[in-house]
């Protein structure tokens, strides 16, 4: 119904920025909750951040004050602006949309109905 598609990882060293892109096509609304999680090998897939129909920002303890998320209104695009990178940060990076979400649960990840392929960001040392 909803096909997500993510760009921009890719290798970057330690310190550097990466901006993460993506493209949302499909049944999209403009009611959708956006949002940014990532996985490392061996690790649980975990929030990064969120925005609401809204506007309003959510993020991860880890990432808050280095990472931004932005969109647009009809919610085909979002975008993962990060800064001063390190290697805990490697991981593949997946965009996920819902339209039925409540706050409470907003950095869930079995609460999204809709993700990308993820893709990779490696950072390093």
């Known amino acids: 119904q909803v096909q997500l598609v993510e760009s921009g990882g890719g290798l970057v060293q330690a310190g550097g920025s990466l901006r993460l892109s993506c493209a949302a096509s499909?049944?999209?609304?403009?009611?959708?909750?956006m949002a940014w999680f990532r996985q490392a090998p061996g690790k649980e897939r975990e929030f990064v951040a969120a925005?609401?129909?809204?506007?309003?920002?959510y993020y991860a303890d880890s990432v808050k004050g280095r990472v931004t998320i932005s969109g647009n209104n009809a919610k085909d695009a979002v975008y993962l602006q990060m800064d001063s990178l390190n290697s805990e940060d490697t991981a593949v990076y997946y965009c996920a949309a819902s339209q039925s979400i409540i706050t409470s649960s907003i950095r869930t990840s079995s609460q999204y109905a809709y993700w990308g392929q993820g893709t990779q960001v490696t950072v390093s040392s």
């Open positions: 925005v609401t129909r809204t506007g309003y920002k």
């Open positions: 499909g049944r999209t609304s403009t009611r959708f909750t």
